[in-house]
């Protein structure tokens, strides 16, 4: 559910500033070495005996005049690997052993569509298109997707490559491995709520588009997959950008994009089925079909889901349902296309964390949080008991509902040899709210009179209440592509988009144990909120030169806010805000030869405030101000697999970037949270973010592959002044003015998977991540973070061909494998307590200890 109504539960409170005696985290080079780099070395020692993948290499031609094909797209199990040559020529480093699906497309030509078997040797195939198609989902989504030529970082996941780690976990889970990623679940196991962070930045950040339509939620800007379950068994490719990126439709990209096609047309009749179970009673059932061609220019695909899961934490139970149904029309440059997904989700309140003294059984550290009114005597007695599966609720319906519906209309249309049109129009309708027992409640604080027993006054109940939302969103996307097939040297992109939020915020008590004069359903609160936003980008690419090619991209968005009404706690939350933004774009690649690039861009990124930041302004800060990105990237890229170090033509992909990424007035969290969950921010006038991502992959046959990565950062704010609040959260005094560690921002993180194959059909792999230590607030004290960890999984899948149905599949996924105990997530507010001194409380949400799941996976 949407962050403006729901998505954790916490006090509101204040924060303290640092301590005397300032705790900084130094990561010294052995400790690099040891945690982050080394297992990486291991890994691909372990890989040196093995063979090499083969490569796959060809040329792209027009059938009837025996002409090359320049620019034609090249995708492997749907995911876009890049583009023929000017030559018309193309090849892709290394192909798995095991069957695939090559799908090479081009403007004016019918897409070709062919079955792919990875070979140890080498393979050359050369394809020759017929003219008369379309340049099908692609055409869609194109002007959300980056590419070499637009000197940009990003990482491109096919189905295979998701399917791998499908096992029913939230998608998060699913992209840990890719560069500066860091997964964490509020109920521990990787289903219901869940959040990644990307370079230290939250979703609040990360722009999603799916099939090119803004995901994220207007007021809050947050992506909540939890109220699509199961979308990465839809999920065709998505590509992760890192840093501004290209111009994206919905809210500005602050740290990453994920951008998520599900667009895919087969041509021939399937049916599948995946079913998993594991550790917490977790369940995963669903079925996929598609009917193929039908009368030749019809497709029909669909999806049912049920994924529930009783989470690691006690009482964070999750019911999670979803289908996907898709239904295509294609004749001859011609594509339209109606999709529709919904998600209804019901989990258990997980999202209050767990109090540090819980985890740590400091009875000591417990009495505080009791004494100061943080825990009730039932909570600390059950702390004691429960330890790091604590759970904040225990009333049995301490549950949030949701149901989102999303209707999509795609038209792909080619226009002649040398244009194409993706445009598309989208509906989202979300409705739902979260039910919430409250104990000692004013009746004041619901606008009602007090109850009078008698001679006795009574101006507290308990009572239940649900906070609803209750909205629509829907708009028009559009991007005119130009991609010329005699002469490729210029590629431009017209789009745009335009886009409204309508949204009901409101209450009801549903009982109460003094009525007072309210009856069931009656409204405490209400207020509407519209926001329209609408935008226009240009881009563009040219070939000035062989080996220098030039990027430029230009967008221009506007954003009109308003709210009308009251807040839960009857404050008057009418807001009017408009904004109009200029983000520039422009970056270079030089070819190197022999598989080398380097490439540099420079990107401003601007966005405005969230709800929260209106609506739940704390005393002592200014009002929230619009922030602004300026972005710098540049690095090195290099590919080749024709080499020989780990036997015959060994595979290697390697890259180094670095990126600046310097902030105006950014939002950043202050480490506490709403009475709904929703993180609070404050702008800081300057900050920034530095550091060098490394990737690396090797692969040797499909024997045996490794792939690696690892981020070094350096995440600032200059002369941050924190501020001291007394019990009634009043300021007192602001902190003298310092350098300090952006909150949420982990200095390391690292990545790595080995992944072999020593029977036919049988895949084992490793995957170990690594995090270093991350501060709750921006006070940077020891004392208030989160601990660095290190996680090892295991992933095995075995794949049989029996002649009753096209592939059986068995696979377990043991995650946690060393069962670590850590907390990937967290938050913490300081006050001068009861004793007159400042007290601080930290919350988090500690990760599952060992856990497996297994699935049995039959393709028809």
């Known amino acids: 559910?949407?962050?403006?109504?729901?998505?954790?539960?916490?006090?509101?409170?204040?924060?303290?500033?640092?301590?005397?005696?300032?705790?900084?985290?130094?990561?010294?080079?052995?400790?690099?070495?040891?945690?982050?780099?080394?297992?990486?070395?291991?890994?691909?020692?372990?890989?040196?005996?093995?063979?090499?993948?083969?490569?796959?290499?060809?040329?792209?031609?027009?059938?009837?005049?025996?002409?090359?094909?320049?620019?034609?797209?090249?995708?492997?199990?749907?995911?876009?690997l890049g583009a023929t040559s000017p030559a018309g020529t193309y090849s892709l480093a290394s192909v798995p052993a095991g069957p695939h699906e090559l799908r090479i497309t081009f403007v004016g030509y019918e897409p070709l569509v062919r079955p792919l078997q990875g070979q140890p040797q080498a393979q050359r195939l050369d394809e020759r298109l017929q003219p008369g198609g379309v340049l099908t989902g692609e055409a869609l989504i194109v002007g959300t997707r980056a590419s070499d030529r637009t000197a940009t970082v990003y990482t491109d996941l096919g189905k295979q490559a998701l399917g791998k780690r499908n096992f029913g976990q939230d998608l998060p889970y699913l992209l840990d491995q890719t560069p500066s990623a860091v997964a964490s679940s509020d109920a521990g196991a990787g289903v219901g709520y869940t959040n990644l962070r990307i370079r230290g930045v939250d979703g609040t950040g990360i722009n999603t588009t799916i099939n090119?339509?803004?995901?994220?939620?207007?007021?809050?800007?947050?992506?909540?997959?939890?109220?699509?379950?199961?979308?990465?068994?839809?999920?065709?490719?998505?590509?992760?950008?890192?840093?501004?990126?290209?111009?994206?439709?919905?809210?500005?990209?602050?740290?990453?994009?994920?951008?998520?096609?599900?667009?895919?047309?087969?041509?021939?009749?399937?049916?599948?089925?995946?079913?998993?179970?594991?550790?917490?009673?977790?369940?995963?059932?669903?079925?996929?079909?598609?009917?193929?061609?039908?009368?030749?220019?019809?497709t029909f695909d669909g999806r049912l889901s049920r994924i529930a899961s009783d989470g690691y934490m006690n009482r964070a139970s999750s019911d999670l349902k979803s289908y996907y149904f898709a239904?295509?029309?294609?004749?001859?440059?011609?594509?339209?296309?109606?999709?529709?997904?919904?998600?209804?989700?019901?989990?258990?309140?997980?999202?209050?964390?767990?109090p540090e003294p819980a985890i740590t059984g400091n009875q000591a550290q417990l009495q505080v949080y009791l004494d100061n009114g943080e825990l009730t005597a039932d909570q600390a007695a059950r702390a004691l008991t429960e330890g790091r599966r604590w759970s904040y609720y225990t009333y049995p319906n301490q549950t949030d509902n949701y149901q989102q519906n999303h209707y999509q209309l795609h038209l792909s249309q080619g226009l002649g040899s040398d244009w194409s049109l993706g445009a598309a129009l989208h509906l989202t309708r979300g409705f739902g709210y979260y039910e919430s027992y409250r104990a000692n409640r004013r009746f004041s604080a619901y606008n009602l009179p007090d109850v009078?027993?008698?001679?006795?006054?009574?101006?507290?109940?308990?009572?239940?209440?649900?906070?609803w939302l209750d909205n629509y969103f829907y708009g028009g996307t559009f991007a005119l592509n130009y991609q010329p097939r005699a002469n490729d040297k210029l590629q431009a992109t017209l789009g745009g988009g335009w886009n409204k939020f309508d949204n009901e915020h409101y209450g009801e008590i549903i009982w109460a144990q003094y009525a007072s004069t309210s009856f069931p359903g009656q409204r405490y609160y209400y207020n509407l909120a519209h926001k329209t936003d609408y935008n226009a980008y240009a881009r563009a690419t040219y070939q000035a030169l062989p080996w220098l090619g030039l990027y430029a991209d230009a967008q221009v968005r506007h954003i009109r806010y308003a709210i009308d009404g009251v807040e839960d706690a009857q404050q008057d939350v009418t807001t009017r805000a408009s904004y109009t933004f200029f983000n520039p774009k422009a970056g270079a690649t030089i070819s190197l030869g022999h598989g080398q690039q380097l490439y540099g861009s420079f990107a401003v990124g601007q966005r405005e405030p969230v709800r929260t930041d209106f609506t739940d302004r704390q005393p002592g800060y200014a009002p929230a101000r619009a922030e602004r990105?300026?972005?710098?990237?540049?690095?090195?890229?290099?590919?080749?697999?024709?080499?020989?170090?780990?036997?015959?033509?060994?595979?290697?992909?390697?890259?180094?970037?670095?990126?600046?990424?310097?902030?105006?007035?950014?939002?950043?969290?202050?480490g506490q949270l709403n009475d709904v969950g929703t993180a609070l921010r404050t702008n800081?006038?300057?900050?920034?973010?530095?550091?060098?991502?490394?990737?690396?992959?090797?692969?040797?046959?499909?024997?045996?592959?490794?792939?690696?990565?690892?981020?070094?950062?350096?995440?600032?704010?200059?002369?941050?002044?924190?501020?001291?609040?007394?019990?009634?959260?009043?300021?007192?005094v602001a902190a003298?003015?310092?350098?300090?560690?952006?909150?949420?921002?982990?200095?390391?993180?690292?990545?790595?998977?080995?992944?072999?194959?020593?029977?036919?059909?049988?895949?084992?792999?490793?995957?170990?991540?690594?995090?270093?230590?991350q501060y709750l607030d921006n006070t940077e004290n020891v004392n208030r973070s989160l601990a660095d960890y290190q996680v090892l999984d295991l992933r095995v899948r075995y794949a049989l061909h029996p002649g009753f149905v096209k592939e059986l599949e068995l696979a377990?996924?043991?995650?946690?494998?060393?069962?670590?105990?850590?907390?990937?997530?967290?938050?913490?507010?300081?006050?001068?307590?009861?004793?007159?001194?400042?007290?601080?409380?930290?919350?988090?949400?500690?990760?599952?200890?060992?856990?497996?799941?297994?699935?049995?996976?039959?393709?028809?």
Do not use: C
């Not at 239904?327 to 767990?354: C, D, H, P």
């Not at 090195?636 to 595979?651: C, E, M, N, V, W």
């Open 1 to 80: 559910m949407p962050a403006s109504g729901t998505n954790q539960s916490a006090s509101a409170s204040a924060h303290a500033p640092t301590p005397g005696a300032r705790a900084r985290f130094i990561l010294s080079a052995p400790t690099l070495l040891k945690k982050y780099f080394l297992p990486g070395v291991a890994l691909l020692a372990l890989a040196a005996p093995a063979w090499a993948q083969g490569p796959v290499s060809g040329t792209i031609s027009d059938a009837r005049t025996g002409e090359p094909l320049p620019g034609a797209t090249i995708l492997l199990d749907g995911a876009a």
């Open 212 to 298: 090119g339509v803004p995901l994220n939620d207007p007021e809050s800007h947050g992506s909540f997959l939890v109220n699509l379950p199961d979308l990465a068994s839809s999920i065709n490719s998505i590509q992760v950008q890192r840093g501004v990126g290209t111009s994206q439709n919905g809210s500005a990209a602050f740290g990453a994009s994920l951008n998520i096609s599900t667009l895919e047309n087969r041509r021939e009749a399937y049916a599948e089925t995946q079913n998993s179970y594991g550790s917490f009673n977790t369940w995963k059932n669903n079925v996929s079909f598609g009917t193929g061609l039908v009368g030749k220019y019809f």
């Open 327 to 354: 239904a295509g029309y294609q004749r001859g440059s011609t594509l339209l296309k109606f999709i529709t997904f919904s998600g209804r989700e019901k989990t258990y309140q997980a999202w209050n964390g767990v």
């Open 452 to 467: 009078v027993v008698g001679a006795d006054t009574l101006t507290r109940t308990n009572l239940i209440d649900r906070k």
């Open 629 to 670: 990105l300026n972005d710098l990237e540049a690095g090195y890229r290099y590919s080749r697999a024709d080499l020989a170090f780990l036997g015959p033509s060994t595979a290697v992909r390697l890259s180094a970037n670095y990126f600046d990424m310097t902030y105006v007035n950014q939002l950043v969290n202050t």
């Open 684 to 732: 800081v006038a300057n900050s920034y973010r530095r550091g060098v991502e490394l990737t690396g992959y090797v692969a040797a046959a499909d024997k045996i592959s490794l792939s690696s990565t690892l981020t070094l950062s350096r995440n600032r704010i200059l002369d941050y002044r924190d501020v001291t609040y007394d019990a009634s959260y009043n300021p007192v």
């Open 736 to 773: 003298e003015g310092r350098n300090t560690a952006i909150s949420y921002s982990p200095s390391v993180v690292s990545a790595h998977t080995l992944e072999g194959q020593p029977l036919g059909g049988l895949r084992l792999a490793l995957l170990y991540k690594t995090v270093s230590r």
């Open 812 to 860: 377990v996924l043991v995650s946690n494998l060393l069962n670590a105990r850590y907390s990937a997530n967290g938050y913490t507010y300081s006050y001068l307590g009861a004793s007159g001194n400042s007290e601080t409380f930290n919350w988090y949400y500690p990760q599952a200890t060992r856990n497996f799941l297994a699935s049995v996976n039959v393709r028809f």
